[in-house]
């Protein structure tokens, strides 16, 4: 398990390696009072990793931002299922938190998933034992295709992040 601290500093350098000086995109097109809310889903089901991690790319960014996590890790999670909430300024510094959250929970929960697959494949695999029956194994999930399990879900309208302008 990571520590507090070197999940900060992990973090703090992806956000910082992103965008250094901000997402001009955002800082031109999002008012400075605008708030939002999203929901992070999952896809396709899968092991949920990286909370932590989710958690710290938002706290990081801004304070004000919460994090409502739904699920741990090592939970399983089914496609549709929502597994965190996020609440707070809409700003370039959510938008930024949200690829840096995004991309290390995907990458996180991708691995985990392949492992348990991989892990139960292991302990259920007895096909050198006399008398067994010799069907082919399943082949693991890919990388690629569990990386796409999880996405961000926002009621409506579907985009990455939903601003209410008030």
């Given at each position: 398990?990571?520590?507090?601290?070197?999940?900060?500093?992990?973090?703090?350098?992806?956000?910082?390696?992103?965008?250094?000086?901000?997402?001009?995109?955002?800082?031109?097109?999002?008012?400075?009072?605008?708030?939002?809310?999203?929901?992070?889903?999952?896809r396709e089901p899968?092991?949920?990793?990286?909370?932590?991690?989710?958690?710290?790319?938002?706290?990081?960014?801004?304070?004000?931002?919460?994090?409502?996590?739904?699920?741990?890790?090592?939970?399983?999670?089914?496609?549709?299922?929502?597994?965190?909430?996020?609440?707070?300024?809409?700003?370039?510094?959510?938008?930024?938190?949200?690829?840096?959250?995004?991309?290390?929970?995907?990458?996180?929960?991708?691995?985990?998933?392949?492992?348990?697959d991989l892990r139960?494949?292991?302990?259920?695999?007895?096909?050198?034992?006399?008398?067994?029956?010799?069907?082919?194994?399943?082949?693991?999930?890919?990388f690629r295709t569990?990386?796409?399990?999880?996405?961000?879900?926002?009621?409506?309208?579907?985009?990455?992040?939903?601003?209410?302008?008030?």
């Amino acid at each position: 398990m990571l520590d507090k601290d070197t999940i900060d500093r992990v973090v703090s350098e992806a956000l910082h390696e992103d965008a250094p000086t901000g997402d001009i995109t955002s800082l031109l097109a999002i008012t400075e009072d605008a708030t939002a809310t999203a929901v992070l889903a999952a896809r396709e089901p899968g092991t949920f990793s990286g909370a932590e991690v989710f958690e710290a790319a938002f706290r990081l960014t801004d304070p004000r931002i919460t994090v409502e996590l739904l699920k741990k890790d090592g939970d399983r999670f089914v496609s549709g299922e929502e597994l965190a909430r996020v609440s707070g300024p809409c700003s370039w510094s959510s938008s930024l938190a949200e690829r840096i959250g995004l991309n290390f929970t995907q990458r996180m929960s991708g691995i985990a998933t392949f492992d348990r697959d991989l892990r139960g494949r292991r302990q259920g695999d007895r096909r050198d034992h006399p008398g067994h029956s010799q069907k082919p194994r399943p082949k693991p999930a890919s990388f690629r295709t569990s990386r796409r399990c999880l996405r961000w879900r926002n009621k409506p309208p579907p985009q990455p992040l939903h601003c209410v302008y008030g």
